[in-house]
């Protein structure tokens, strides 16, 4: 099988899984969907957010891609528990970012940030349980990350009023494990580390989802590209600002192709 590895999520944000997968497998080619035209997902409900999933997934089929994943954590909320799409091995984030958190917590204490609709779905505090029926779960929202993300406000002085305001009831009870339950979050890390501390673990979706999709590939004899690598990322709308984030995002590693597509 030398078909690439497909990844979607609702905008840029998951480019920093896809980044993080293309250093870990150099060898790989990947498809990246970025449903760019319909962000965010995070304020719609479960039955539209299925819908668009399927029409990703459905399109992925047909870049031939041998696995995907599921970035986008809303996404995988309603997409939870399925480990195939027509035949092809489905990876979300839910789990392997709670067992992670669970890994790396000292006293069984996890914060979860996300989306409205991650945090309405209560998908991670229900995985966490699972893991560990004695953990202490706080869930909160934090709807304008995505926008503030995608609008490229790093290290800005407006992204960290907004943390400061998400993260008060974190802060006052001293939760030190913290999941990005969301791939936009990452990119603004240095902003939530300058409000959390340093001393606080963010638990990422890319780095965890490295070694589950080594052990995918593994469990499905999903054997390694022999063909020369190849980066492709679609989008469903493009703007020559969105199109200088996702350089941006993916620095220095190159996207050979970037392109609109329509779904």
């Known amino acids: 099988m030398n078909g690439s590895i497909g990844i979607f999520d609702s905008g840029l944000g998951g480019l920093t899984v896809l980044k993080v997968l293309a250093e870990r497998f150099p060898q790989e080619s990947f498809c990246y969907l970025g449903d760019i035209a319909r962000l965010p997902y995070g304020n719609k409900s479960p039955e539209t957010i299925r819908r ?8 992925l089929k047909q870049q031939n891609v041998k696995a995907i994943i599921i970035a986008c954590n809303s996404a995988s909320t309603v997409f939870l528990g399925e480990n195939d799409f027509e035949g092809i091995p489905l990876l979300n984030v839910i789990e392997p970012g709670a ?5 790396v917590s000292k006293d069984a204490k996890v914060a979860v940030l ?21 953990v202490e779960v706080i869930e909160q929202a934090c709807p304008l990350f995505v926008p503030i993300v995608e609008e490229g406000m790093v290290n800005d002085p407006i992204t960290e009023l907004v943390a400061k305001k998400y993260l008060k009831e974190i ?15 990452p990119v603004i890390k240095s902003d939530l580390k300058n409000v959390l501390g340093p001393t606080v673990s963010l638990v990422e979706s890319g780095e965890v989802l490295a070694q589950k999709l080594q052990q995918l590939m593994s469990q499905n004899n999903i054997t390694p590209s022999n063909t ?5 990322v ?6 020559d600002h969105f199109e200088r984030l996702a350089h941006h995002l993916m620095s220095p590693i190159e996207i050979e192709s970037l392109e609109r597509v329509v779904l």
Request: aromatic share 8%.
């Open 228 to 232: 020369p690598r190849r980066i492709r």
């Open 114 to 134: 996300g989306t409205a609709a991650t945090i309405r779905s209560h998908a991670y505090r229900d995985t966490l349980k699972k893991l560990n029926p004695s």
């Open 171 to 185: 802060l006052v009870k001293d939760f030190k494990t913290i999941i990005l339950g969301c791939t936009h979050y």
């Open 99 to 103: 067992e992670a958190a669970i890994n």
């Open 234 to 239: 679609c989008i469903t709308d493009l703007t």
């Open 52 to 59: 668009y999933g399927l029409q990703i997934l459905q399109f």
